[in-house]
């Protein structure tokens, strides 16, 4: 499989540069990375992201995150291996990546004070805008087909 173009934010350098302070900055914001990556793989999936679900689980993966976490994070509702923290932030990611089909709020008060009873100030920035930017590469890379296994420089 190939692209139908070269990836948007490697055809103008700024962008890549502007999205890796980025991703600089959600890192520094106190979030676990696993946590990160729990919610950067489950936003793929929901957008059917192949490049993006399979580098989350390569990265995943490196961070530490098991084996039985990755498998189960698309049904993580039910799987026991994750912590009420994470399911606050898989849960989040959900509604975020969904956001068009809530018939109310986008983002609910009940599940802002779980998520917030978990994160802090610094943390939910972080996360809100680690999923932010996951979305926005998961739309960047369906648009052009990116194939799974693509490495960016």
């Given at each position: 499989?190939k692209a139908?173009?070269?990836?948007?934010?490697?055809?103008?350098?700024?962008?890549?540069?502007?999205?890796?302070?980025?991703?600089?900055?959600?890192?520094?914001?106190?979030?676990?990375?696993?946590?990160?990556?729990?919610?950067?793989?489950?936003?793929?999936?929901?957008?059917?992201?192949?490049a993006?679900?399979?580098?989350?689980?390569?990265?995943?993966?490196?961070?530490?995150?098991?084996?039985?976490?990755?498998?189960?994070?698309?049904a993580?509702?039910?799987?026991?291996?994750?912590?009420?923290?994470?399911r606050?932030?898989?849960?989040?990611?959900?509604?975020?990546?969904?956001?068009?089909?809530?018939?109310?709020?986008?983002?609910?008060?009940e599940?802002?004070?779980?998520?917030?009873?978990?994160?802090?100030?610094?943390?939910?920035?972080?996360?809100?805008?680690?999923?932010?930017?996951?979305?926005f590469?998961?739309?960047?890379?369906?648009?052009?087909?990116?194939?799974?296994?693509?490495?960016?420089?």
């Amino acid at each position: 499989m190939k692209a139908r173009m070269t990836n948007p934010a490697m055809v103008l350098p700024d962008a890549m540069t502007a999205i890796q302070s980025l991703y600089k900055a959600t890192s520094k914001g106190g979030v676990p990375q696993e946590t990160l990556e729990l919610v950067h793989l489950r936003a793929s999936q929901i957008n059917g992201c192949s490049a993006c679900v399979d580098a989350g689980g390569k990265s995943g993966r490196k961070a530490g995150v098991s084996e039985e976490k990755l498998w189960a994070v698309a049904a993580w509702r039910e799987a026991p291996y994750f912590s009420d923290a994470e399911r606050t932030a898989l849960e989040l990611a959900e509604t975020m990546t969904r956001l068009s089909d809530r018939s109310g709020e986008a983002v609910p008060d009940e599940l802002w004070d779980r998520v917030a009873d978990h994160y802090d100030e610094q943390q939910l920035a972080a996360l809100i805008l680690w999923i932010a930017t996951t979305n926005f590469f998961n739309r960047l890379n369906t648009a052009i087909k990116e194939p799974a296994g693509v490495t960016w420089g």
